[in-house]
């Protein structure tokens, strides 16, 4: 028995746009935060870590830290274990948080107790569906929903997918986050661009993450190409290292998105035996506090 090929009609023709009236009201927490940027004249600082790395303690110490450290929004990894756009440094704070007994259930939990003490800090969490679909996706939006989560980014669930995910997120109030590359061409965006939320996330290289930066000029220019495609705000991530590195970002974009050299901090720290060294947390909250004050330093390159 022979399948037929999928063509690009049959493709658009899975997508659907989610009326507004059909969506439910997010947290509204992404949108304050943009604005505040903006009114400053800077551009923001979005960190990633992996919840629940290298233990739940550290992880929790590290997540409740990031906002006086200088995070304007914190994109939380969810522990996989088969990781396929990630890079080493992220694929082992993955299997760190694991081997420590960090699941789903444990991660939505975090996010509980750090909104019991933060309400405006907005907070995206970042990953793969399979967990999601293991704890079933409506119920894990309904937890997420209740404990502050604001917004979704998954990774390997496109535009043809949005019943999956996407559209039951909306229907939650929770933001689903896109991603586009450099191969993302014209013809191509305005499906990324479908019940998009938040912000668009640029994914500057291809490849995985933590591999190499992009070129100043090439960023500039796809931010250009995908302001004239919509108005949300536009992050810029991968490869990022250095404060330099992600002011010259934030002078380009609404915002500069730091992971695996965050994580390679975390990794930098620990002891012989592969756990917290003392001062682990602190460590990488110094380092979001370099990075901040790059950030806060470089000119706005945001849409005003």
Excluded: W
Aim: proline residues 7%.
């Amino acid at each position: 028995m022979t399948s037929t090929p999928t063509t690009a009609a049959d493709l658009d023709a899975r997508r659907r746009e989610l009326p507004d009236a059909e969506r439910a009201p997010d947290s509204g927490r992404i949108r304050a935060r943009f604005e505040a940027v903006r009114r400053e004249g800077r551009g923001g600082l979005i960190t990633f870590t992996m919840a629940g790395d290298p233990d739940p303690e550290t992880g929790a110490e590290i997540l409740a830290g990031l906002p006086g450290a200088g995070a304007d929004l914190i994109e939380l990894g969810m522990p996989f274990s088969d990781p396929m756009a990630d890079g080493p440094a992220i694929q082992e704070a993955g299997q760190r948080a694991l081997r420590a007994g960090m699941t789903l259930a444990k991660t939505l939990e975090q996010v509980r107790r750090f909104r019991a003490h933060d309400g405006e800090t907005p907070l995206v969490l970042m990953g793969y569906f399979n967990p999601i679909y293991s704890y079933g996706p409506q119920r894990f939006l309904d937890d997420a929903r209740a404990a502050g989560v604001d917004g979704l980014i998954v990774v390997d669930l496109p535009p043809e997918t949005d019943d999956e995910l996407c559209i039951p997120a909306l229907k939650t109030g929770v933001s689903f986050i896109r991603m586009a590359t450099p191969t993302t061409n014209d013809a191509r965006l305005p499906a990324v661009l479908t019940n998009s939320g938040g912000f668009l996330y640029y994914v500057s290289i291809a490849g995985i993450t933590g591999t190499r930066a992009a070129d100043d000029a090439d960023i500039a220019a796809a931010v250009d190409r995908l302001r004239a495609h919509t108005a949300l705000p536009i992050a810029v991530g991968f490869g990022i290292t250095t404060p330099d590195q992600a002011a010259s970002v934030a002078a380009r974009a609404d915002a500069a998105v730091v992971g695996s050299a965050l994580v390679k901090t975390v990794e930098a720290n620990l002891d012989g035996q592969g756990r917290a060294a003392p001062g682990c947390a602190a460590a990488l909250l110094a380092f979001v506090r370099e990075l901040a004050a790059g950030v806060r330093g470089a000119p706005a390159g945001g849409t005003g």
